[in-house]
């Protein structure tokens, strides 16, 4: 009798499988909604430019809501009724600053058209915000990884490393801008927000990896010298490693309040609770992470409080000492020890640089978080749509 394998088996699984001949069959589900093109690209011998699925539950979430099928990773599906986009009828010279999900598929959909695209990434690798959640999210960054392929493959042009402003966009003198540069995280203003164990989303990506971001960190010797003897042996620049490391060594202390207990904050929750770390998480509602599509939401909390997180809802933050942080819930006050305090929230697009370009007279185009389209699914679908429009 044949046996045909299922559960989240990925086109390299398959293979092991199919060889091992503990089953005749694959069948895969979400895999194909992420990627139609799948089996053609297999036999292409091009499995770097399948789009693999990230697990991330949008697409089941979204069988609650409505029958129309949606994907995080893919933006034609639920859209094959429609053409896929033409060819541009002129080629433009198209600039995207931001190397995330959101830069990177629109460049890809407007390289693909017949424009001439250049990337411009400030930092050294590609991936943006995707790329750090792949700390927590280890997934995440083959869909990163796919998308570079995907841009390569398509002619666009990338450099990592450069700084985009208006002096320098200038002078490159592009057709058409498309701003892709991410969300701005800001402290909240209280008491205590600028102390040095207090951390924003962009400090902490900065603690743990030592890429230069938008973030106020200063970081104290020992930190700036692990962190360089790191980058020479190479360590920061792979995700998996900085993830094996940090079981290790972190620069984080031992008690840490996360504010803000949505995906990002729930997330971190987890991964510190996993490396020994005490974590509580203040969140503002009564319900934690509910912006996280519900059948991943049941599994990171459910994971989170296994890991020993304890959230507090309906708290907020009123201020923090070098040792404590103060909150208030309900008609109560609390304190809770803290050695290290991370603001997960507070984020907010960034339209920045897109409304200077504007006043010069540019044609600017914002995708993704800049532009208040969230998480990977808001990046690609919004990163999708100017691609195809341009
Ligand atoms: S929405 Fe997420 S889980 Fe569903 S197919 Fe797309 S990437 Fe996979």
Redesign the pocket.
Known sequence: MPVIAVGRIRPSDAERIIGSGNADFISMG??L??DPDLVRRLNAGQPDLVR?????????A?NFWSGKP?????AR?GHYDQPDPLPASSPRDVLVIGGGPGGMECARVAAERGHQVTLLEASRRLGGSARFSSLTTPINNEFVEFLHAAIIEAGVEIQTGVKADTDLISELAPDVVVVATGARRDRPDLPGKDLPHVLSGDDLRTQLTGDPGPGTLRLGLLTRLVLRMSRLLGLTVDMGRVRFLSRLWMPIGRRVVVVNGDLVGTEIAHFLADRRRVVHVLESSSQPALAM?HPRRWRALHESRRAGVMFHTEAELTAISHTQVEYQQADSTHQLDADTVIFAGDVRSDRTLAEALSAEGHEVHVVGDAGDEWYI?GAVRSGHRVGAAL
Do not use: S
């Open positions: 979400r895999q909604l992420a693999p699925c990230i697990n991330c539950f949008v697409c089941v979204q949606v994907c995080a990773v893919n599906l599509a699914e």
